[in-house]
């Protein structure tokens, strides 16, 4: 059973720094894009940053600077280094990746993690 789990979500005041994690698990064979989501309250969940399994990276245009995707292809798991975070950067961040497992090919998503940025 293949699940994408993602940690590190908290509350931090407006200029603070969040590293979150997500971890893929189950009987993978490998890993292609891993990509980062947001959802801030009332909104559509938003592409913030995707990452191929050889390196790279893409970011939302308005996010470039200040958010960093990288990956770790041997713990499964990708990570979203955020700086300078703005209250506008409160939502839900959730992890998608798309992964080859015993079962066959498919999207998965976390379930989410929670950012909240205090002015």
């Known amino acids: 059973q293949v699940q994408l789990v993602e940690s590190g979500g908290d509350l931090v005041q407006a200029g603070g720094s969040l590293r979150l994690s997500c971890a893929a698990s189950?009987?993978?064979?490998?890993?292609?894009?891993m990509n980062w989501y947001r959802q801030a309250p009332g909104k559509q969940r938003d592409l913030v940053a995707g990452?191929?399994?050889?390196?790279?990276?893409n970011y939302a245009e308005s996010l470039k600077g200040r958010f960093t995707i990288s990956r770790d292809n041997a713990r499964n798991t990708v990570y979203l280094q955020m700086n300078s975070l703005r209250p506008e950067d409160t939502g839900v961040y959730y992890c998608?990746?798309?992964?080859?497992?015993?079962?066959?090919?498919?999207?998965?998503w976390g379930r989410g993690t929670q950012v909240t940025v205090s002015s």
């Open positions: 998608n990746a798309y992964i080859m497992s015993r079962t066959g090919s498919a999207d998965y």
């Open positions: 189950g009987n993978i064979f490998s890993i292609g894009t």
């Open positions: 990452i191929s399994s050889g390196g790279s990276t």
